[in-house]
């Protein structure tokens, strides 16, 4: 049934109840009243009858009529009394019926009295008045006690409609609190239990707990309630899934995406910061919503970047800027600045007006040392790519260059020999020799920092090296220069693998750069040492990989190099020297050997106070000693060797060269000539030189051609640019020793001799140069 | 006038003679059947009796109670003053007559009254149609009767002097068949005889209009040791008997029956005689007004041995009983 139903029933009835207590409160006060006025006719009635018994008597002492007329009154009286609480009865009591008889039988036998007396004294007479007195009294006595019936059966009728009354009462409030408890129990069992545990149904599904259901049972509008909120907590199931899975994937992306968030309430001054944005900034994940001035003071922001944040997230809020996205620095709880970029959107009131603003950040610190990285190997890498174009522009020039000044060199050389003692012509020519071969050394140095590699590698005892240079520049120092060496620090086996030369160059331009940059007073410390890297080393120049390295320190007192400028120090031809006094070579020179032998340049200044450089070379374990390049001149037997190059100067000068040293010559300015001639006659010639960059085929072409036909020839190389493709290429095609132009006739007796088996001097991979 | 008394007195001084050796056996009979016997006078009067007993009103009330039936207050009573019985029924006369002679009972209830149950019947022949007529006239009645009170009390009421009217003293079952033959003119006589009487004259019949001069009482009258040592049976009885008093006042076609079927009598006598009847418990002053009344009307008329003197009735009242069982019903100031 519907508790609106119940209601109205229950309405409906406790009305009834209230109109039933209602009237029967009226019924009880009206006969209340009745029994009130039949109780005042009662004691009337009394009264009236003691007056005629008085009356009665008076008249039949005196006879007089004054008793008689106020008899009769009194007796009118009572009929008149008794006709009204007869009338008022109904139906009539049968002690008022009886006393409204007696009333009625009284007169006669009053009249009689009063006849009886007025026949005077007669003894029928006298009989008379003594039987109706008699009967007067008896009949006013059981008009008394008729009346005492009647006015006790109005205190019965009282009792009874009092007791009916209090039963009315009494039942009324039974059944009155019977309803109450009746309907207290229905509201209880019905409403107010249904109620109270659809209540805590509703407080388990406001705490989460979604599996609880009400009861459905009843039709009522609380079943209908329990159904709703059933059918309310499946909804909001299939949405706490869905809101679950979505957090989930949220959860999922924000973990994959490595970030936190943050949400300002802007209004009441706190800030949510998520427990993944605490632990990005090296904090133990606490109370996640605080008032933003504490995390401000958490979370200090870098003072470089303060302004930054600042006018970018007012801009943001003022409109200024659609978007809010930040990097900037933090200082991480390690005590680092980590870089963090924050993204942010406002929640702006109906005037545009922010009043919260959400969104997440990231540390990018990982990001921006990459991006940092990055930059420093796209600076490193373009200074490559512009050492290696112009190592291959002057590579190119210096090639050139050095055929012709081959020519020049080789002809000189001629005319000294063929110049007497002397003469002016000795002298024209010395000078001019002197100029040439500091062309050659010009080139040479050229083509050092130019070239990536070398032939053929060796390893070099770099401590000895070292004492032996060091020995060489220390009587050349300026005076006021003092020279403090600390070779100590590496073994005797400590070794390079590389040049010797090389290692020469490097440290004879460090320190020529180091006593330039004291001028004349100063402290030149150079050390050697050998280091173990962990990790990787950045240095100036390029990244050092983990391993063990000969770290040679080249350290002045003097005036420092500035900021901008060494950026530049390696670049070829930068010079801060004046016109004419240095080539803007020689660091480039030093960084084209380090680089080669897979090392690398750290420097570190300090303008007014100096500058050191300190040099990484891969250390090896050296045993062998340097070899001897010089001796004397091993002459040739008389054996043929054929010459191959594209520059006729340089195949006549080549000729002439070898037939001084006492070789047939042959020469071919055509590589498919020359391989034509030995195709003709293979055993005419006993080795071959040849260069390398010709245009119908090269020298290693021509050297396997020629193999294949005289698979015991000895062919030395010739070329003006080696490199490690040249090297290899050269022998591949089984080429037995490359020399570097331009060639002196030194270089080519040493070299035929070794080829040929004759001469003491092994295989050097190239020829002796002054530095 | 004596004469008319005599039985009344022969038996009220049997009654004394045979009351020490009765009173014994009767208490011997009463204690051994625990039962309570009444001698009921065959009056409308006594139909409490006959509804209590119907009923089985005095069963239920727990007082075993057996009735025996006799003509007239004098001869139930007597039965009652003999032992014969425990209890009689009778008007208020024959407990006057009879205390003048003994004290040793007394009225224990009062459960009926009537102001027409003695009416005066008269023959239209004999020239009689209003109360003055009867001067002269034979006028037949129970000598020493209620209904011989009347109509003395009657005459004097209307002016006739009693000594003007031959009074007939006549058996109750006599009264009809003389005023039908005619042997006297009028009949003061009480029902169911005044009813039969009428019947017989037919329309030669006359009731003349009565006085409601004379409340006749039906009472209920009893030994006193009866009354000391079954007080309690008494009380039962009187509940009973306050039972059949409702029971009349609320079933009065129920009550009608039976009292028509222990008159054996016709509903017609029934109709015309209901309403004389009060069937009300009661013990009040009317009854020692009326006892007194009657007592100096005995004395006066000469119905009574001279020197005789009214006594005090208080005495002859028991109201203890009906007190207990209705104490509204006692308005008598003892």
Redo the contacts between chains.
Sequence with gaps: MRIRTQLLLATATAVGVALIVLGSVLYVTQRSAANLRAEGDSQEIARTVANLLTLTQEYTLYRGERAAEQWRARYAQLKQTVEQALARESPPH?ALT?MQ??V??LL??YD?LE?AHRDGASS?AQ??R???V??L???T??L??AR??WA?AIM?RQSREQFVANVIVFVAAAVLLTLIVGLALLIRRRGLAPLERLQAAAAAIQRGDLAVRCETGTQDELGDTGRAVNAMAESLLAANAALRESQERYRLAVDGSNQGLWDWDIARGTMYLSPRAQLLLGLAPGTPTRPRREWNAIQTCHPDDRALVRDAISAYLRGATEHLEIEYRIRHASGQWHWYRCRGVAVRDERGRPYRMAGSMEDISARKDAEAERNRLERQLRQAQKLEAIGTLAGGIAHDFNNILAAILGYGEMVQNEAGEGTRIRRHIDAAMSAALRAKSLVERILAFSRAGTGERVTVPVRAVMEEVLDGIGGALPAGVRLQRDLAGVADDAGVLGDATQIHQVVLNLCANATHAMRSDGVLAVSLDTVTLDDDLVVATSTLAPGRYVRLRVADTGSGIEPHVLERIFDPFFTTKEVGVGTGLGLSLVHGIVRDLGGGIAVESQVGRGTTFTVYMPWVRCEDRLPTVDGPIERGGGETVMIVDDEESLVRLGEEMLAELGYEPVGFVSAVQALAAFRAEPDRFDAVLTDEAMPEMSGSEFTIEALRLQPTLPVVLMTGFVNAAVTARAQESGVAEVLVKPLVSRDIARSLAAVLGRGSAGKVARAEREP | MLRFLRPALECARCAALCAAACALASAAADGAAQELTIAVSRSSLSLPIYVAETLDYFKAEGVAVRTRECLGGHRCIKQMLDGEVSLATSSEMPVMVNSLERADFAIVATFATS?RDVKLVARRSAGIAAPGDLAGKRVATMAGTSAHYFLD?YL??N?V?PRSVAVVPLAPEQIVAAVQQGTVDATATFEPFAHRAMLALAQDGIVLPG?????ETFNLSARRTLIAEREGDLVKLMRALARAQRFI?EQPRQAQAILRDRMREDQGYIDATWKDF?Y?M?L???LI??LE?QA?WAL?EGHLPAGSRVPNFLHFVAPEPLRKAEP?AV?LVK
């Design positions: 049968p009886e008889q007696r009625v039988d006669p036998l009689r006849e029928l009989r008379r003594e039987l109706m008699e009967r009294v008896s009949e006595q059981e008394v006690d005492h019936r006790t019965d | 102001k009390l004097l009421f002016g002097d006085a409601r001069i004379y409340t006042r009060d009300r009661s009040d002053q009317p007004s009326t009344g100096r006066r509204a308005t």
